[in-house]
Structure formats: C-alpha cells, structure tokens
C-alpha cells in the first residue's frame, strides 16, 4: 500500500522541489526589483496562453510564450505619467485573467481543465515528466546565475548599475524571460491563480529574519522546499488541493513568522 501510494506522491514531490528550488531566488529578485505586480500578471497571463494554445492547436509552451511577450509590449505600450504602474498592472493581471478564462470555457473543449489551471494538480505529475522539468529548472537556475549580479546591482544601487555600464534594458528582459518561464512551469502544481504567491511568500518571509541578501536566498530555498513537502503530503493526508495547501502553508509560515518578529 505505502509503495502504491509512494509511486504517486513521489513524482509530485520531486517536482515540486525541483520547482522550490528555482522559485525561492526569483522570488527574491522580485521583491527586490518590486515586480510584484508583475509577476502576477504574468501567472494569470499563463491561463490565456494555454486557453490560446488550444485553440490553435499549438505546444502549450508557445502560447505561454506569446501571451508573455504581449504582456511585456503591452506593459510598455501603456506606460503613461498619468497613470499609476501598479494600478496598470492591477488591469492587465485581472484582463489576462478574464481573457483565460473566457477562452477556456467557452471556445475550447478544455472546460473540465479549469479548475486544474486555476489551482495546479501537482498530483498528477508522472516519473517520465521528470527529466524535462529537472532539465528546464536546471537551465532556469544556470541562466539566474549568469544574471544574478546584475540584477542585484540593478534592484539594489541603480547609480552604480549605471557606472558598472550595465544594461537595464536588456537585464530587464532577461529577467522577464526567466519569470515567464517559471510561470509556465509551475502552472501545473499551483495553477495560474497561486503561482504569485509559491514566488513571493517565501522571500517575504525570509525578509522577516536575513540580515543579507545571500541568507535570504537560503532562508528561502528551506521555506519553500518544507512547503511543497507539507503541501503534497498534507493534500494526501486532508484530501485537498495541492497547490493549495502549498501556498496556505506558506501564507501560515508568514503570518506565524511576522507575529514572532513583531513580539521580539
């Protein structure tokens, strides 16, 4: 029986260290960079890249791709002195969302999916997807490496970005590009809705308690990887959603973690 029940949770779990792994320094650099907002509305854009894929029969990963270099254009096509970035981002997030769903209940045959790619089914998450995600995590990892100072400087002392001749621009997209990737594959195991918060709520909490950027990264990789195993198993345990008992771990180690701090 715990063999039979092994051989389905074990998959899961793998992925979803492996994931843990590449999200909690992301999440990191996000906060630093204050890309929230962003970040989200790439995740929701995620759900209208896979409504869009199938129904042009297209590689759900292509449609992932498209859908974030419309954002991005989008992004920049509506930047305006006039208008908050935050609130336009609040716009584009809630657009994608919408669009997503619209176009996988109603234009696709996909409707019975939904709730899957709102929420992720990390469950179902087999041995032979294994090889493709741990390759794709290892390339995201690798390419964050090669990025990583940059971006540092960039999110930390922009003036010195500028001196060390460094360009915004291009780490911008850079940086972009490793985020749409991880939205597409972490679609999955916490679904486009929850994907914001498998990035953001482990750094938030390592901020609580790292004097330096280095242990946050750290603080972070043990947060997530103890929340995605809590997670699969407690999905198990309490017959749940996956990712939702993912992200409700995380979200109670932050409440818990900003409670202590506030108390010390």
């Known amino acids: 029986m715990l063999v039979e029940w092994l051989d389905i949770i074990a998959p899961a779990w793998i992925a979803g260290s492996l994931l843990a792994l590449l999200s909690a320094p992301l999440g990191c650099l996000v906060l630093w960079r ?19 894929a199938a129904l042009l029969q297209l590689p759900f990963g292509v449609g992932i791709a498209l859908v974030s270099v419309m954002v991005v254009i989008g992004l920049m096509w509506l ?19 919408c669009l997503g769903l619209l176009t996988l209940t109603h234009l696709t045959q996909m409707q019975a999916n939904v709730l899957g790619y709102l929420f992720g089914n990390l469950l179902e998450v087999g041995w ?83 004097h330096s950027p280095k242990q946050m990264v750290i603080f972070s990789v043990i947060l997530a990887q103890l929340a995605v195993t809590g997670g699969v198993w ?19 180690a932050f409440f818990m973690a900003f409670i202590v701090s506030r108390a010390s």
Do not use: K
């Not at 962003?38 to 995740?43: K, M, S």
């Open 34 to 52: 204050r890309m929230s907002f962003f970040a989200d509305a790439l995740a929701h854009g995620t759900l209208f890249g896979v409504a869009l």
């Open 79 to 97: 930047e305006d002195e006039r208008l908050p970035s935050d609130a336009i981002l609040a716009v584009v997030s809630v657009s994608m969302l």
């Open 128 to 210: 032979s997807d294994l090889p493709i995600l741990s390759a794709c995590v290892a390339l995201g990892i690798g390419f964050l490496i090669y990025i990583w100072r940059q971006q540092v400087i960039l999110a930390t002392h922009t003036d010195l970005a500028q001196v060390s001749g460094i360009n915004a621009t291009r780490q911008r997209l850079f940086f972009m590009g490793v985020l749409a990737g991880f939205c597409a594959l972490a679609l999955q195991a916490v679904g486009s809705l929850l994907i914001s918060g498998l990035l953001i709520l482990p750094a938030l909490t390592a901020r609580l308690w790292a």
């Open 234 to 252: 407690g999905s198990v345990l309490f017959d749940i959603q996956t990712g939702l008992a993912i992200v409700l771990g995380l979200a109670i």
